[in-house]
């Protein structure tokens, strides 16, 4: 599931691609459409295909963003702007290409749903193995509330603050630290590769209820999070599953997991446990993380 670095690598692959280019023309494919004659929403979501058109066509790319785990798009046409927001599932991706048929990695040639025509010649592709991602188009991202409830970005200033701040919530204060991290109210973008990788660097059991950790465990904690996304970064996300970046590469971040899916602790040779928190898998060493 493509988390923080992740999408970020997808942004940095169409950004010098796309931005500046006029949306041409969108095609959506035979499940798009279907999707939508269904009542299902496949893929666009909370606008009719010809409105979804209408807002696209014309359209100037002006900037694409990361927000999380969200890419949005911001669109200009003379005076009306749009935003396009994207999260992109379990298995989604986009990719810049002259043709449909250029996308190197043969399932994302044959599960494209969503082709933007851009007028350099260029289309911007979306393609989704599972079809859990989606594209939005609105008029303002307030429109999309769920984009307003999420914590700062974790490498902004009043991120850690935030962070710190939710401790007295009742909701979270019996909660297992590694379920809490994975909120996005909490921490914008921490997926479960990452937390589970956090943790494992801060020394501290998953399971631990967060109303127990001291004042510098939590903090300790937070610069884990920061610290193991901005890992994932640098080393171009993970390529566990089947995530790939816009131009076809692999990201290595897979090579620097400690605990997620590991067998044994490269720090004390114990095996990794393996547990579920929260409904998620969670991997961890029980003799390094007390
Ligand atoms: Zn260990």
């Known amino acids: 599931m493509p988390e923080l670095p992740e999408v970020e690598h997808v942004k940095r692959g169409i950004v010098p691609h796309i931005v ?10 035979s499940k798009v459409k279907d999707g939508k004659e269904s009542g299902k929403e496949t893929i666009i979501k909370g606008i009719t295909l010809d409105d979804f058109k209408k807002y696209s066509i014309g359209y100037t790319i002006e900037d694409v963003t990361r927000r999380s785990k969200y890419l949005l798009f911001t669109l200009k046409h003379g005076s009306s702007r749009r935003n396009l927001i994207s999260h992109l599932g379990m298995a989604g991706g986009f990719f810049v290409a002259r043709e449909v ?18 007028n350099n010649g260029l289309k911007l592709i979306y393609s989704d193995i599972r079809r ?17 409830e999420i914590a700062p970005e974790p490498f902004s200033e009043e991120a850690e603050a935030h962070y710190l701040s939710q401790f007295t919530h009742k909701k979270y204060q019996k909660m297992p630290i590694k379920q809490m991290i994975l909120e996005h109210r909490v921490i914008a973008g921490c997926g479960n590769i990452y937390a589970c990788e956090a943790l494992f660097d801060a020394g501290i059991n998953p399971h631990t209820p967060s109303n127990e950790l001291t004042m510098a465990q939590r903090q300790k904690v937070f610069q884990s999070v920061v610290k193991v996304l901005e890992m994932g970064i640098q080393s171009g996300g993970t390529s566990i599953s089947d995530y790939v970046h816009a131009d076809g590469q692999r990201g290595t971040m897979q090579n620097n997991l400690k605990v997620y899916k590991q067998k044994t602790c490269s720090v004390c040779g114990s095996d990794i446990t393996t547990a579920i928190i929260g409904g998620r898998n969670t991997h961890y060493c029980e003799h390094c993380q007390q």
């Open 101 to 118: 048929d250029d996308i190197v990695i043969p399932n994302y040639r044959k599960h494209w749903h969503v082709v933007f025509q851009l």
């Open 20 to 29: 500046g280019q006029q949306i041409i023309d969108v095609t959506f494919s």
């Open 132 to 148: 859990f991602g989606e594209i939005r188009n609105v008029a303002q991202l307030a429109d999309y509330a769920s984009i307003l």
